[in-house]
């Protein structure tokens, strides 16, 4: 229900749990002037640093820094927003937090800032998602992509589409009136061709958020072949320089099993199933049941061979729970003991990459087929960082406006569709989301943010 009454005082620790220089206590609400005063001492100016000693209730000083107060709507949450900065160590900032929540807030729930500057309209949805997706950003790539989001880019694109549905459906329901006259109708409108515009710019912008889902997400890849053929080798190589940037985001638990590196910016889960073979230990039993189930939603998998092995030497369990539907290479290593020759070979469709992990040779080829497999193709700036549900939303927008297409003959039916595929698309925006649709997105924010 849309809020007649005022916000409540929501506030939390805004950076990371930790000692650091800084850290950042942020509270949202409304008329935050007199709590900003009772913190600094002052009545305090809008977007100023005020530098300042913080007190408890009985003026005890717990810290000095810097207070910002940024009145209504000009702030992140479109409320009043007051930010502390003090030493970022975690009993000041606690002590700082709890003094807030004696001057009448309340914690704020994770995503609370994001989704009240979203409900105030400050962010569409695709951009309040685009926050949690910068800063879960795994690679430099996937940040830049996230930022596109977040300034709006993917939205904006959304809108153009949903403008140019808009158009014709005024069009097509002007004249419902007259429904003698419907065939000629769209002949004169030109609506067919305007359709299949739609629908390739729709096409565009799936193509590119699917690019960017794979940013997001990355490839689960699997080494298997028998000790000492290289796969640790195999694995160091293909980091190279690249070695992602991998940080501890909630949920993602690194484990020794499991190991990410990046080509172009897109992450690779690879897990070298040696490890698996080597521990027999209760404790890491837990973790080996996890590193299987990843295993069997693995999207490639590699089997090192010998230059001079027969290939299929690996039938242990391993083989029986690797997942069908994933695509398989064969990849030859150490030719260099041989004649060093790196080749790709395709027979059929059963790919054999001969490479040497030792001196390099051949491990382009093993980037590019591992692109290939993925289905990059993207440069750089037009992609989307997209999530699973917003893939989903376009899909279901493309399908209506194919059966637009096939009602050219009923013109209550083909409004209807580009109607359906106009609701598809705003959803990804927020425009037509269910609550506790939101409810799930924004519960998966940090807090603070
Ligand atoms: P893993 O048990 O499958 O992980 O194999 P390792 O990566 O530990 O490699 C086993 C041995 O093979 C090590 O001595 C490596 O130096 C060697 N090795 C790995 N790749 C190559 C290669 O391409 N050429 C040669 N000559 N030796 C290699
Ligand atoms: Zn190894």
Same mark, same amino acid.
């Given at each position: 229900s849309p809020a007649a009454r005022a916000p409540d005082t929501i506030a939390a620790i805004a950076t990371a749990p930790g000692r650091g220089g800084v850290g950042v206590v942020r509270v949202s609400g409304a008329a935050l002037s007199a709590f900003a005063q009772a913190l600094c001492g002052r009545e305090p100016q809008p977007r100023r640093a005020h530098f300042t000693r913080f007190a408890d209730?009985?003026?005890?000083?717990i810290d000095e820094g810097i207070l910002l107060y940024f009145p209504a709507p000009a702030s992140f949450t479109g409320e009043d927003v007051v930010e502390l900065q003090g030493h970022g160590g975690p009993v000041v900032m606690q002590l700082l937090l709890e003094r807030c929540l004696e001057l009448g807030a309340r914690l704020a729930e994770p995503g609370e800032f994001t989704r009240r500057a979203f409900l105030n309209g400050k962010l569409d949805l695709a951009q309040a998602e685009g926050v949690a997706d910068l800063i879960e950003a795994s690679t430099a790539a996937a940040a830049r992509s996230a930022l596109r989001s977040l300034s709006g880019k993917f939205s904006e694109e959304v809108r153009r589409i949903v403008d140019a549905l808009i158009d014709l459906r005024m069009l097509v329901e002007a004249t419902l009136d007259f429904p003698e006259e419907e065939i000629e109708f769209l002949e004169r409108a030109r609506a067919l061709p305007r359709l299949e515009g739609i629908r390739s710019e729709l096409e565009g912008l799936l193509d590119r958020a699917r690019q960017g889902a794979l940013l997001r997400s990355g490839l689960n890849v699997v080494l298997v072949g028998?000790?000492? &053929?290289g796969k640790s080798s195999l694995l160091n190589r293909l980091a190279g320089e690249e070695r992602a940037i991998v940080t501890d985001i909630a949920g993602t638990t690194r484990d020794a099993l499991r190991e990410t590196i990046q080509i172009e910016g897109i992450p690779l889960h690879i897990i070298d199933t040696a490890g698996l073979r080597d521990t027999a230990d209760t404790v890491e039993r837990i973790g080996i049941e996890r590193t299987w189930r990843e295993i069997e939603r693995a999207d490639v998998i590699l089997r090192l061979v010998e230059?001079?092995?027969?290939?299929?030497? &690996?039938?242990?369990?391993i083989d029986t729970r690797l997942p069908a539907g994933a695509v398989r290479v064969t990849v030859v290593n150490k030719i260099d003991l041989g004649d060093g020759q790196a080749a790709r070979e395709d027979d059929a469709g059963r790919v054999r990459l001969r490479l040497s992990a030792r001196t390099g040779a051949g491990i382009e080829l093993l980037r590019a087929e591992l692109l290939r497999i993925a289905g990059w193709h993207a440069h750089g700036e037009d992609v989307i960082l997209a999530r699973e549900r917003h893939l989903q939303a376009l899909r279901e927008a493309l399908a209506h406006v194919a059966a637009a297409a096939e009602q050219c003959a009923a013109l209550e039916l083909f409004a209807e569709e580009l109607r359906l595929a106009q609701e598809s698309l705003g959803e990804i925006t927020g425009e037509f989301t269910a609550d506790d649709l939101l409810g799930v997105i924004f519960s998966r924010f940090c807090i603070g943010k």
């Open positions: 209730a009985a003026g005890q000083a028998a000790p000492n &053929v230059a001079d092995a027969s290939d299929e030497v &690996v039938g242990d369990t």
